[in-house]
């Protein structure tokens, strides 16, 4: 048995299931959906990649609308991977540190909760 499957079958483990589950109830209902229907995995939707595809929900509230991803670019879509994200806002092109922001971005919004420059999203 491995490390996570000792942890999820504790009882930390299982707490912390239980609130993600109650906290993501979107995601959590979306992933089940889709999993119902769309049992066999497919080949990942990047162009020139053959590799074996995770779901991907663009939008969660739309359970049934997924793109096939395969791991790493699963991953950098999320941006957990090696592909860096940029701050958000207008002619920033730091490296993201929360919430779409680069650090100056997210503490200056974050103490003022005045936006002083349109983001482009």
């Avoid at 053959?50 to 793109?67: L, N, Q």
């Avoid at 806002?89 to 974050?110: E, I, Q, V």
């Avoid at 003022?112 to 983001?119: D, E, F, L, S």
Wanted: charged share 30%; net charge positive; glycine share 6%.
């Amino acid at each position: 048995m491995n490390k996570f499957a000792k942890y999820a079958q504790s009882e930390k483990g299982r707490n912390r299931s239980k609130r993600y589950k109650v906290k993501n109830k979107d995601k959590v209902s979306a992933q089940n959906r889709a999993a119902y229907v769309f049992g066999e995995p497919q080949t990942c939707s990047v162009d020139g990649c053959g590799d074996v595809g995770e779901r991907h929900h663009p939008d969660y509230r739309d359970a049934e609308r997924i793109i096939w991803l395969c791991r790493k670019h699963h991953v950098e879509r999320h941006g957990n991977g090696k592909a860096k994200r940029e701050c958000h806002w207008a002619m920033c092109h730091k490296p993201h540190h929360a919430k779409g922001l680069c650090k100056m971005h997210y503490n200056r919004d974050r103490l003022t909760h005045i936006t002083t420059t349109a983001p482009i999203f």
